[in-house]
C-alpha cells in the first residue's frame, strides 16, 4: 500500500511498508516491498487414538519463524516471507487448528468478505484488474476468476465470494464504484448509487454484513475533499456520509463499528491520527498515534479504539467517554474483524508473543485469548511404540506406532533395520490435517518380502517443513514374532517354496504371508545353488533342532542321507552326513509332527511297498530314531506328502496319490501310524509335485501346494475330513509348469 496527503509527495517507502502490515484495516491492504523482505508390546489401534487424546491440547496455529503479517479475518491470517531466490510465498493459516494452505507467489492481494483472499496481478491494490477469489471459510472450494480489465475497472474491496467492489471509468472518463459478480461464466455488475457524481480516488473497508465504509474524493481537481460513505453493498445505497480533509486513497485504513466509523489520518502538526466519528451524535475525536514514520497500528471494538506502536503498550480508548485503559505490555498490530472483536499482535508476561483476539467482557473489561503463535522448538513429546514382543499373528500382521510431536508442520521419515539380515523399511508420514500425531501401522514387510522375525533398530526423524530447524530424532527397539512355520526358512511366517531346475541350481520363492486379493503370491526369488542334481529327493523337513525356522534332508545316488540347517536367512549351512542305507526308498516326506511330541518327523516307502517312520529327536547330529514299520501296500501310490493336521484331528495326516490320480487322505493317529485312508477326489496326475506347504494364507491351519504342468494351485486346508481343501489360485511358477524336476 502506498499513503499520501492531498497535494503533497509520497510518504517514504518505509513508511508504506510498515503501515501495509501494521494497520491492518481493510481497504487497500496490498503487498510489502519486496526489499522488505525478511505402551503394551503391541500397541493397537485404541493405544494409538489414546496418544492422540493424550496431547495436552490441541496446539495454537503457527506464525512461522521469519515470515510477516499478511492480513487477518474471522476464520484466520495470512502471512508471507520470501525465500532465498527473493520469491515471495503466501500462506493461509486457519485460527481452527487446520492444515496451513499456501496460496503460491501473487503479485498482490486483499483479505475480506468474510474469509476471502482476492490475488490480484499489480504489487498495488489499486491496480489490480486480474482477481482470483479463493474463500478460505472452504479452501476446497473452486476459486472464482473474475477480470475487471474488459469493464475498464480496477480493484477496490471484496464482497463476498465471488463479488468484489470495483472502480470502473465510463467511457466519458468519469469514475463510478459498482459491485461485480461472477457466476458460472457471467460477469455482471451495477452501481453504487448516492455517491457524489464526481467521486473518484475509491477507498473501502472491509465489507461486514454486506455494508461497508467507502471512501472517496471529490471536487475539482487541485481543490478536491475527502468524503467518507456508510453504504450497503446489497441494496447499493448510502446510508450515511462523513466529510474529511482528503480522500486517503492509498493511505487510510478505513473501520467502522456500530457505533463509530474511523480512518487514519496525517497533518504535519500531530502527524499520523485516527479521526473517529460517532454515528449518532456525530461527535469527532481525534487520537493521536505518531510520526508518519512510525509503526503505529489502530482498531476499532465497538466504541473503543486500540492503538498503539512496537514501542509502547497497547492501550484502549473509550471514543464516548474517553476512557484509557493498558491491554497489553507490547503490540505491533492490530485488525477489527467485524464480530465486535479484534485481532491485536503483541505480547502478554502470561502467554508470550503471537495473535491475541480482543474481546469486551462482561464487567466493561476485555479479556485477550492467544489463537496463534510462534512454534515450539521441534521435539517428541508422546512416543507410542511397542515395548515387547508384537506376536503379528495375534495383531492381523500388523505393528501400529505413533510419534506425538511438539508441532504439526514437519514430517517424520521412519527406518526399521533388522539386527540379523540387515532388512530395511522406510516410511515418511506427512503432517497431519489435525493435530501433532504422525501414526505408522507398519505391514511388517522389509525389503521385497515379509520382515524376518527379531530386533529392529528403529529410528524416527522429525523434520521441519520449512528446514528452520535442526531434525531431532527418536530411537527404540521393534520386535517382532509370528507363529512357527514348518516350511519357513528366513524366519518371517511366511511359506518357502524350494524348486531344483534341469541344471541343478535349487531356487527358494519366498511367499507373501498373506493372500493378495484372493490369490497367493511370492515375494521373491533367490538362487540357493547348483550341483542339486546329485541328489535323488530334496525334502523340507520342519525343523531338526527345535529352531523356528525349517531345514533340508537330500539323499543322493549312493542312498546317503544329509542335512542342510537352516540359517533363518533363507541360505543353509555346510551339509552334514546322517548315514547311508537310504536308497531303498523311493518316496520320503517330513516336516509333520506324526506322534504329537512337538517334534518334526518322516516317513519312507521302500521299493517293496513298506511305509516306515521315522520319529524327530531335535538333534541335528541324529536327526531321527530308528524306523518303525507302519505297514505295507504303499507301492500303489506314486506320490506321498505330510501335510500337517488339515482335517481337525491332534495328529498330523498323509495324502497319497495312485496310479490314476486319485488322491487319497489318510489321518494321523498321534504315534506315527493312521486310519484307513479316505478318497478325497480324481484329477490329481496333472501335478508333479504335491508340496506340504506349512500355513500359506495364514489361517492356522497347513495348506497344499501341487505343481505340474496342469498348473500351480494352493489347496487350502478346511478342517474338516469330508471335504479337507478348497482350490486357491496362486501366482507361483506361473508358466513354469515343467522347469523344475522337484519341488519341496
Known amino acids: 500500500m502506498q499513503h499520501r496527503t492531498a497535494g503533497?509527495?509520497?510518504?517514504?517507502?518505509?513508511?508504506?511498508?510498515?503501515?501495509?502490515?501494521?494497520?491492518?484495516?481493510?481497504?487497500?491492504?496490498?503487498?510489502?516491498?519486496?526489499?522488505?523482505?525478511?505402551?503394551?508390546?503391541?500397541?493397537?489401534?485404541?493405544?494409538?487414538?489414546?496418544?492422540?487424546?493424550?496431547?495436552?491440547?490441541?496446539?495454537l496455529p503457527v506464525l512461522p519463524a521469519g515470515a510477516d503479517l499478511g492480513g487477518v479475518s474471522p476464520?484466520?491470517?495470512?502471512?508471507?516471507?520470501?525465500?532465498?531466490?527473493?520469491?515471495?510465498?503466501?500462506?493461509?493459516?486457519?485460527?481452527?487448528?487446520?492444515?496451513?494452505?499456501?496460496?503460491?507467489?501473487?503479485?498482490?492481494?486483499?483479505?475480506?468478505?468474510?474469509?476471502?483472499?482476492?490475488?490480484?496481478?499489480?504489487?498495488?491494490?489499486?491496480?489490480?484488474?486480474?482477481?482470483?477469489?479463493?474463500?478460505?471459510a472452504d479452501p476446497a472450494a473452486p476459486a472464482v476468476d473474475i477480470d475487471l480489465a474488459p469493464l475498464n475497472g480496477t480493484y477496490v474491496a471484496v464482497v463476498g465470494p465471488d463479488s468484489v467492489l470495483a472502480r470502473?471509468?465510463?467511457?466519458?472518463?468519469?469514475?463510478?464504484?459498482?459491485?461485480?459478480?461472477?457466476?458460472?461464466?457471467?460477469?455482471?455488475?451495477?452501481?453504487?448509487?448516492?455517491?457524489?457524481a464526481d467521486a473518484t480516488e475509491f477507498l473501502a473497508?472491509?465489507?461486514?454484513?454486506?455494508?461497508?465504509?467507502?471512501?472517496?474524493?471529490?471536487?475539482?481537481?487541485?481543490?478536491?475533499?475527502?468524503?467518507?460513505?456508510?453504504?450497503?453493498?446489497?441494496?447499493?445505497?448510502?446510508?450515511?456520509?462523513?466529510?474529511?480533509?482528503?480522500?486517503?486513497?492509498?493511505?487510510?485504513?478505513?473501520?467502522?463499528?456500530?457505533?463509530?466509523?474511523?480512518?487514519?489520518?496525517?497533518?504535519?502538526?500531530?502527524?499520523?491520527y485516527i479521526t473517529s466519528v460517532d454515528r449518532v451524535t456525530k461527535e469527532r475525536r481525534k487520537t493521536v498515534l505518531g510520526a508518519r514514520d512510525s509503526e503505529s497500528y489502530a482498531g476499532l471494538v465497538g466504541s473503543w479504539l486500540v492503538h498503539g506502536d512496537p514501542t509502547k503498550p497497547v492501550t484502549a480508548v473509550d471514543l464516548t467517554t474517553g476512557e484509557t485503559r493498558e491491554l497489553a505490555p507490547e503490540g505491533s498490530a492490530a485488525a477489527s474483524l467485524g464480530d465486535g472483536t479484534l485481532i491485536l499482535r503483541g505480547g502478554t508476561a502470561a502467554d508470550g508473543k503471537g495473535l491475541f483476539r480482543v474481546a469486551p467482557a462482561a464487567d466493561g473489561t476485555f479479556t485477550l485469548t492467544k489463537v496463534a503463535g510462534p512454534a515450539a522448538p521441534l521435539s517428541f513429546v508422546l512416543p507410542a511404540v511397542p515395548n515387547g514382543v508384537v506376536q503379528l499373528d495375534r495383531t492381523g500382521g500388523r505393528v501400529e506406532m505413533a510419534w506425538t510431536l511438539s508441532r504439526r508442520d514437519a514430517y517424520i521419515d521412519v527406518e526399521l533395520v533388522h539386527r540379523g539380515t540387515g532388512r530395511?523399511?522406510?516410511?515418511?508420514?506427512r503432517a497431519p490435517a489435525t493435530g501433532t500425531t504422525f501414526p505408522l501401522s507398519w505391514n511388517a514387510v522389509a525389503g521385497n518380502a515379509d520382515a524376518p522375525n527379531g530386533d529392529y533398530d528403529l529410528e524416527a526423524k522429525a523434520v521441519l517443513l520449512d528446514g528452520s530447524e535442526a531434525p531431532v530424532t527418536f530411537q527404540s527397539v521393534v520386535s517382532i514374532s509370528r507363529d512357527a512355520n514348518p516350511h519357513d526358512f528366513t524366519a518371517n511366517g511366511s511359506t518357502d517354496v524350494l524348486a531344483r531346475d534341469a541344471d541343478g541350481v535349487l531356487w527358494r520363492d519366498d511367499l507373501w504371508d498373506r493372500p493378495v486379493d484372493g490369490v497367493t503370491k511370492p515375494s521373491e526369488r533367490v538362487r540357493i545353488g547348483g550341483g542339486w542334481n546329485t541328489y535323488k529327493h530334496i525334502e523340507a523337513v520342519g525343523s531338526l533342532g527345535g529352531l523356528p525356522h525349517g531345514d533340508l534332508v537330500a539323499v543322493d545316488g549312493a542312498g546317503v542321507l544329509w542335512t542342510y540347517l537352516g540359517t533363518g536367512d533363507g541360505t543353509f549351512g555346510r551339509r552334514a552326513q546322517v548315514g547311508g542305507g537310504w536308497q531303498i526308498y523311493n518316496k520320503i516326506t517330513g516336516g509333520s509332527d506324526l506322534n504329537r511330541d512337538g517334534r518334526a518327523d518322516l516317513v519312507a516307502t521302500d521299493t517293496s511297498g513298506v511305509l516306515w517312520f521315522y520319529a524327530g529327536t531335535d538333534e541335528t547330529a541324529k536327526p531321527y530314531k530308528p524306523r518303525v514299520k507302519v505297514g505295507g501296500g504303499w507301492q500303489v501310490y506314486n506320490q506321498i506328502t505330510a501335510v500337517g493336521n488339515i482335517a481337525g484331528g491332534d495328529g498330523g495326516d498323509l495324502v497319497a496319490r495312485d496310479a490314476s490320480g486319485v488322491l487319497w487322505l489318510y489321518l494321523g493317529k498321534e504315534d506315527g501310524t493312521f486310519t484307513a485312508r479316505r478318497q478325497i477326489g480324481g484329477g490329481w496326475q496333472k501335478f508333479s509335485q504335491l508340496v506340504g506347504a506349512g500355513d500359506v494364507d495364514n489361517d492356522g491351519r497347513p495348506d497344499l501346494i501341487a505343481y505340474g504342468s496342469g498348473g500351480t494351485y494352493v489347496y487350502r486346508s478346511t478342517g474338516t475330513v469330508t471335504s479337507p481343501f478348497t482350490r486357491q489360485a496362486t501366482s507361483l511358477y506361473a508358466g513354469e509348469g515343467t522347469k523344475f524336476t522337484s519341488v519341496s
Open 8 to 59: 503533497s509527495a509520497r510518504l517514504a517507502t518505509a513508511v508504506a511498508a510498515v503501515l501495509a502490515v501494521t494497520s491492518l484495516g481493510a481497504g487497500v491492504l496490498a503487498t510489502a516491498p519486496s526489499a522488505f523482505a525478511a505402551a503394551p508390546a503391541a500397541v493397537a489401534p485404541a493405544a494409538v487414538a489414546a496418544a492422540v487424546a493424550a496431547e495436552q491440547s490441541e496446539p
Open 168 to 196: 470502473l471509468t465510463t467511457a466519458e472518463g468519469a469514475t463510478e464504484l459498482h459491485v461485480v459478480t461472477k457466476r458460472g461464466t457471467e460477469t455482471t455488475h451495477r452501481k453504487i448509487e448516492g455517491l457524489p
Open 205 to 272: 473497508s472491509d465489507v461486514q454484513d454486506g455494508t461497508a465504509l467507502v471512501g472517496y474524493a471529490t471536487g475539482p481537481e487541485g481543490a478536491r475533499t475527502g468524503g467518507r460513505a456508510v453504504v450497503d453493498v446489497a441494496a447499493g445505497t448510502v446510508s450515511e456520509t462523513y466529510g474529511s480533509a482528503e480522500s486517503g486513497h492509498d493511505f487510510s485504513s478505513l473501520q467502522f463499528s456500530a457505533s463509530h466509523v474511523a480512518w487514519l489520518d496525517y497533518d504535519s502538526a500531530s502527524g499520523l
Open 424 to 429: 530395511t523399511y522406510g516410511e515418511r508420514l
Open 75 to 136: 476464520a484466520g491470517f495470512l502471512t508471507y516471507s520470501f525465500d532465498a531466490h527473493g520469491n515471495r510465498k503466501l500462506l493461509w493459516t486457519p485460527f481452527d487448528g487446520g492444515a496451513p494452505t499456501s496460496l503460491g507467489e501473487p503479485e498482490g492481494w486483499s483479505l475480506g468478505g468474510g474469509d476471502v483472499v482476492v490475488l490480484g496481478n499489480a504489487g498495488w491494490t489499486a491496480e489490480m484488474t486480474a482477481l482470483t477469489l479463493r474463500n478460505m
